[in-house]
């Protein structure tokens, strides 16, 4: 397995824990390549500058990344990014970054989505490993099959297990990592992706104005995974979420709910959706799952 260990903006990492955030987008100000150290489930660690102590403060476990305009970064992610407004990101962006490097207007930045972070006290901060050289700018990888990342990751073993989180680690260093838990910000990012960023019902792809719509949302058991997601326009969003649109679960075509005329006398555009297949992502395992589509006809639907 491996670990990564990467150099965190310290006022980034006390926002994320003061939040308790339990989803962050370790934010890259360059956005010039993705970040390909990790696999999904895989051990991120966040390090503090030398100037600021150079020591291990927590972790969370890599989802996927991705490279992104930043206003949309802060549509998906909001406070997980690490600030409290998108104008402070945005400042803390360019100062980062060379003037003349892309548009400073609205910067392309790399995203590290992490889920399940975890988030030390000072007392239990890892000195950072022995091969750490100051010269490194933004992480290094650690194979826990080699000894120094193997007494890295027992390290981090030890704390999570007296902070109650032991079962985020496999139990040792060669077992796979276990599968965790999506947040809503990676959701989003992972149905954008299986639709090819275009709205299911209309093929609307301008993405800030898309939304990953839960089939049935976690409040009622859903999971944050592609098939029980609908990437849709946001309007096509709200109505589906309040029953006033589903998408039928035998031949995944658009079913209108008469409520939006017997409620608002209007609808006139939403009628034209009625009977249209929507389109389907590539990926088989991706598709809507039908027994979840199901479950919002007869459930949420207002027929």
Request: glycine share 8%; charged share 20%.
């Amino acid at each position: 397995m491996k670990i990564y260990v990467g150099i965190t903006d310290s006022d980034w990492f006390r926002q994320l824990k003061t939040d308790n955030a339990q989803e962050v987008n370790f934010w890259q100000p360059g956005g010039n390549s993705l970040f390909k150290a990790l696999q999904p489930n895989e051990l991120f660690l966040f390090k503090q500058h030398k100037k600021e102590g150079g020591r291990i403060c927590g972790g969370g476990f890599f989802v996927r990344s991705d490279r992104m305009p930043s206003d949309l970064a802060w549509q998906v992610f909001g406070e997980k990014n690490g600030t409290k407004s998108f104008a402070e990101m945005r400042a803390r962006i360019l100062q980062y970054r060379k003037a003349n490097n892309g548009d400073v207007a609205n910067p392309n930045i790399g995203c590290i989505i992490l889920t399940q972070p975890f988030y030390f006290d000072e007392n239990d901060y890892i000195d950072a490993p022995p091969d750490w050289a100051d010269s490194i700018v933004s992480g290094k990888a650690y194979d826990t099959a080699q000894e120094i990342g193997a007494a890295l990751f027992a390290q981090v073993q030890e704390r999570l297990s007296r902070m109650n989180a032991s079962s985020l680690l496999p139990s040792n260093t060669f077992e796979p990592p276990p599968q965790h838990d999506l947040g809503v910000g990676a959701f989003r990012l992972l149905v954008a992706e299986a639709y090819g960023g275009s709205c299911a019902m209309t093929g609307e792809h301008t993405l800030p104005a898309l939304v990953a719509s839960h089939i049935m949302p976690p409040s009622d058991g859903g999971k944050n995974v592609a098939a029980n997601g609908l990437l849709l326009r946001a309007d096509l969003s709200a109505l589906f979420s309040r029953g006033l649109l589903t998408v039928n679960a035998d031949d995944l075509r658009v079913n209108v709910s008469p409520q939006i005329r017997e409620r608002y006398s209007n609808g006139l555009n939403y009628y034209l959706l009625e009977g249209h297949p929507i389109s389907l992502p590539r990926i088989e395992g991706n598709c809507p799952d039908r027994d979840l589509l199901a479950w919002h006809n007869n459930e949420v639907f207002a027929a």
